[in-house]
């Protein structure tokens, strides 16, 4: 949200670091699957 | 990155708590604004007929959304910029650096007949310190269902990043927040 409402840029090191924050610890390491014509 | 959770922790409901669409939206177009996201992405259909996956090669970054029927196909930053953004509905004029708002309503679709959110925003010290998000609703549908009204403020915390706050308490720790937040309704539908 922060970098969406304009709060600040989204290039700004503690939006970069809180991003990075919820990409290690709030997402599925399982991910979703191609199509297995892809994959 | 794939989707993306609200919260890891045992939140004390019933069942498996599962990724959230909207938050990955978010997250994707957090990366949009952060130049992190590829300089392609590849929108590829899915085996489930009503899922599209939307993958960047050079990020890794994965994208899904419902009731979009696609094959593959390359689109460029701003056309995935679009993309993004079209599930994600701004309310009034996208804010930009330099003409931050101090207030203002956020309003996310998934499509017309999913799972919406609306919220209103405080920014206190723009680009200094806190932001605090108030009134956070999810409406699903026809079935809406309002969260208890609450604010969360999001700090400068430790390792340079932001920490959320909900009534003075870091929801970092997650666990301690959900546990009252789950519990408190059941205690008093006990009584």
Redesign the interface.
């Known amino acids: 949200?922060?970098?969406?409402?304009?709060?600040?840029?989204?290039?700004d090191?503690?939006?970069?670091?809180?991003?990075?924050?919820?990409?290690a610890?709030?997402?599925?390491?399982?991910?979703?699957?191609?199509?297995?014509s892809?994959a | 990155m794939a989707l993306v959770y609200r919260y890891r922790l045992h939140d004390g409901l019933e069942g498996e708590e599962g990724t959230f669409l909207i938050c990955t939206f978010w997250l994707a177009q957090a990366l949009a604004e952060a130049g992190q996201l590829g300089s392609t992405m590849q929108m590829t259909a899915s085996t489930r007929p009503s899922t599209t996956i939307y993958t960047t090669p050079t990020s890794g970054t994965l994208l899904r959304t419902c009731n979009v029927q696609g094959v593959p196909l390359a689109i460029n930053v701003a056309a995935a910029d679009r993309l993004i953004s079209s599930p994600l509905l701004l309310s009034g004029p996208r804010p930009s650096c330099g003409q931050r708002r101090s207030a203002g309503t956020h309003e996310a679709k998934e499509d017309e007949k999913g799972a919406s959110w609306k919220m209103s925003y405080d920014m206190l010290e723009p680009g200094q310190g806190t932001f605090v998000l108030r009134r956070w609703l999810y409406m699903s549908g026809a079935d809406p269902f309002k969260r208890p009204d609450r604010s969360m403020e999001l700090r400068p915390g430790p390792a340079g990043r932001f920490a959320a706050f909900t009534e003075g308490e870091n929801h970092d720790d997650a666990r301690a927040h959900s546990q009252r937040w789950v519990r408190q309704p059941q205690a008093e539908a006990a009584r």
Do not use: K, Q, Y
């Not at chain 1, 949200?1 to 290039?11: A, N, Q, S």
């Not at chain 1, 970069?16 to 990409?23: F, P, S, V």
């Open positions: 949200m922060l970098p969406i409402v304009g709060f600040l840029p989204g290039t090191p503690r939006v970069r670091a809180t991003i990075d924050a919820i990409d610890g709030l997402t599925d390491s399982r991910g979703l699957g191609l199509p297995l892809l």
